[in-house]
């Protein structure tokens, strides 16, 4: 029922990741440039499943009109230089009558159930013409119907505003997924996402694809130390991150290919809304700022320039922080999911649940990744159907912040930042009616 986004060990790896550089724009890549050997016929991997195609957003370029182009998913396509920049590139090279514009959507460590709630600021807002929706490695603990729920949610949501934006599913993989492919199968967090695919006629790429033929054909080593594997790429240094632009290359390879293929169908042609996939789908997701949330006290509202607070202004335009125990917000509403967008960090602290007057949690918001502040969230998935008030309460209780990084072998100079223990929130997360 519980499920945190941002993983400890995840964070570590991916601040040293971000070291490959997040600036600088690369030249645009050609599918030539990227090698790939070519597939034997036992293969029975698909690299790209066409079904309808991507129609409006080549009818548009075609056209040579401004089209926007947004990229939704977690780290492996936030980070810079990596394949949602190569792949843009490419587009705006290769087709220059027309005009790009790129919406960058992605948060490290975040799935599709987080995605589902943030579509209609970070992406639908900035009327995309195109969405690529990557959240296949994020969302390997998810079951089936989690991913049924929040992937055909971000489908619906966004053909009910904008019904010719069309969509494509693109998948990364970890080194666990290696066992399904040699299988011939996608992942299972794959094989979920391809269930919504077909049913509404969405396109697909498995980046992974060109990755496990690269291994398969031993010029590709997954994970490991790229001094001990000479005249070998190696593709991550933990398993799941691609480690350089020479990996990231692979993996856009498939979508310049992909791209290539699709360009050919063009027509405007709006998504018709057919029959759910699953009724309970979380279109109806809503995120409301905390502002908007008639019961909370011992709430200050942090200053966009506030040294916390300045690196998510993007995605959390206002963040509230409560340093006094007992501090609280309360909502009532109608439905069975409720949760909130908060950060993590060195002052965060644990939080008192209380739903329909009973206390049934303590959430404890830190962990060994909180040497700084990031973007988290929490959601309670299966309340039961009808009225709920639920109240969030700031306990001040110590937590034994050095033992959890000693644990996880984190080494701490200067422990002053971490005596505090408060609580930071921009938005509250629900699917229903807010009630009041």
């Known amino acids: 029922m519980i499920r945190r986004f941002l993983d400890a060990t995840f964070f570590l790896v991916f601040a040293a990741l971000l070291s490959f550089g997040c600036t600088k724009t690369l030249q645009p890549l050609i599918p030539e440039e990227v090698e790939e050997p070519e597939p034997t016929p036992t293969d029975g991997l698909n690299e790209l499943n066409y079904r309808g195609g991507l129609p409006n957003f080549f009818n548009k370029i075609k056209a040579g009109k401004e089209v926007t182009v947004a990229y939704l998913g977690g780290s492996i396509t936030q980070i810079g230089n990596g394949w949602r920049d190569m792949t843009y590139n490419w587009l705006d090279s290769s087709f220059p009558d027309a005009t790009f514009r790129q919406i960058e959507a992605s948060i490290g460590g975040t799935g599709s159930d987080l995605g589902v709630f943030r579509m209609d600021e970070d992406v639908l807002s900035h009327n995309p013409d195109l969405v690529f929706v990557e959240f296949a490695t994020n969302d390997h603990n998810a079951t089936a119907e989690q991913i049924y729920r ?20 693109v998948y990364t993989m970890r080194e666990s997924n290696i066992p399904a492919l040699n299988s011939r199968l996608y992942q299972p967090s794959a094989v979920a996402m391809e269930k919504i695919a077909e049913h509404y006629n969405i396109p697909s790429i498995h980046m992974g694809v060109p990755v496990f033929r690269l291994l398969n054909a031993d010029k590709l080593v997954f994970s490991g130390k790229p001094a001990e594997h000479p005249g070998k790429m190696v593709f991550t240094l933990d398993g799941v991150h691609p480690r350089s632009v020479e990996s990231h290359k692979i993996y856009a390879g498939a979508v310049f290919r992909g791209l290539s293929i699709m360009k050919n169908f063009t027509a405007q042609l709006p998504h018709l809304q057919v029959a759910a996939f699953r009724e309970d789908n979380w279109e109806g997701a809503q995120a409301i700022p905390l502002s908007e949330i008639a019961v909370k006290d011992g709430w200050e509202l942090l200053a966009p320039t506030d040294p916390v607070s300045r690196p998510f202004v993007r995605f959390m335009p206002q963040i509230y922080k409560a340093a006094t125990p007992g501090a609280s917000f ?36 830190f962990d060994a990744a909180c040497t700084s502040y990031r973007m988290s969230s929490f959601l309670y998935r299966e309340l039961p159907p009808g009225d709920h008030v639920v109240k969030f309460v700031v306990t001040g209780k110590p937590i034994d912040k050095l033992g959890i990084f000693a644990r996880a072998g984190v080494v701490i100079t200067d422990t002053s930042k971490y005596s505090e223990n408060s609580w930071f929130v921009s ?3 629900f699917i229903g009616k807010q009630l009041n």
């Open 150 to 169: 929040s992937m055909e949610g971000i489908v619906r949501k966004t053909w009910v505003k904008y019904p010719e934006t069309d969509i494509c599913f």
């Open 330 to 365: 309360t909502i009532k509403f109608n439905g069975r999911v409720l949760g909130f967008y908060d950060l993590l960090g060195p002052s965060t602290s644990i939080i008192d649940v209380y739903i329909d007057g009973r206390r049934v949690t303590d959430l404890v918001r």
């Open 427 to 429: 938005k509250v997360f």
